[in-house]
C-alpha cells in the first residue's frame, strides 16, 4: 500500500480563521513533507520532518506552521493567510531522507482563501 | 547546484502515436532521477525512477533511461492512450547518500492525447 491521504479534500477559508490540514501514512516511513503547488507550476517545498523532527524549513512564513504529532501524522496548521495563499497543498511521505527514495505523494488539500 | 529542464509544453498527440518528453539536468554527484504524473484534481504519482547511470525505469508501458553523458532522462511511450492526458513532472534527488530531503522538479509538460 503506497497511499497517503489528506483531509480535507477542498478548504475555503477566511483571512482571520484559523484551520488545519491533515496529512496520514501507514507505510512506515519516517520522513514526510509540505508542499505548496500553483496552477500549472511544480511543488514548492515547504517542510521536511525527519523521524518527527522538523529537518527544513523553506522560510515559510510564520502564518504556516507545521506539526508532526507521530510518524504517521502530520499537520499544516493555518492562520491569518492571505489570498495568495490560495493553492494545492501535497503532503509526501518518503522511507527516509537519506537518497536515494521516493517520495508518494497525497491527492492534496485544495486551499482557497478569500 | 540542482536544477531540471523539461521540454516546454503543452504537447499534443492523437491516439497511438509515439511520445517522448525531454529532460535534462543538472546536479552535484549522483543524483536519483523521477518522473511523476498529475491528472488533473489530483496529486502527483510516481511513474518511474532510476538510481544510477544506465538504469531503466519503466511502468505502464512508459520507459526512461538515466543516461549520465548526456545528463538526459528523457520519457518515452510507444502507443500514448487518451487517458494518459496529464502532466508530468521530472525531478531528481540528491544523490546517494545524502540526507536531505528534497525534491528538485522541472516545470512540467502538459500531454493531451486525443481520440
Known amino acids: 500500500d503506497t497511499e497517503v491521504t489528506q483531509t480535507p479534500k477542498h478548504l475555503v477559508m477566511g483571512m482571520t480563521n484559523k484551520k488545519s490540514l491533515k496529512c496520514e501514512q501507514h507505510m512506515g516511513h519516517r520522513a514526510m513533507y509540505w508542499y505548496k503547488q500553483k496552477a500549472k507550476k511544480p511543488p514548492e517545498l515547504m517542510f521536511v520532518y525527519s523521524y518527527e523532527k522538523l529537518s527544513i524549513n523553506e522560510s515559510v512564513p510564520s502564518r504556516f506552521s507545521p506539526e508532526c504529532p507521530n510518524s504517521s501524522l502530520l499537520n499544516l496548521h493555518l492562520h491569518a493567510l492571505q489570498p495568495e495563499d490560495s493553492a494545492l497543498y501535497l503532503c509526501?511521505?518518503?522511507?527516509?531522507?537519506?537518497?536515494?527514495?521516493?517520495?508518494?505523494f497525497g491527492p492534496g488539500t485544495r486551499l482557497t482563501v478569500t | 547546484g540542482n536544477s531540471v529542464t523539461q521540454m516546454e509544453g503543452p504537447v499534443t498527440l492523437s491516439e497511438e502515436a509515439f511520445l517522448t518528453i525531454n529532460c535534462t539536468y543538472t546536479a552535484t554527484g549522483y543524483p536519483s532521477l523521477f518522473w511523476y504524473v498529475q491528472y488533473p484534481g489530483e496529486g502527483l504519482q510516481l511513474l518511474l525512477k532510476a538510481t544510477k547511470a544506465d538504469d531503466k525505469g519503466s511502468n505502464k508501458g512508459f520507459e526512461a533511461t538515466y543516461r549520465k553523458e548526456t545528463t538526459s532522462f528523457h520519457l518515452e511511450k510507444g502507443s500514448v492512450q487518451v487517458s494518459d492526458s496529464a502532466v508530468y513532472f521530472c525531478?531528481?534527488?540528491?544523490?546517494?547518500?545524502?540526507?536531505?530531503?528534497?525534491?528538485?522538479f522541472g516545470r512540467g509538460t502538459q500531454l493531451t492525447v486525443w481520440p
Open positions: 509526501a511521505s518518503s522511507q527516509g531522507t537519506l537518497a536515494p527514495y521516493e517520495q508518494y
Open positions: 525531478a531528481l534527488s540528491e544523490g546517494r547518500g545524502s540526507t536531505l530531503g528534497r525534491l528538485y
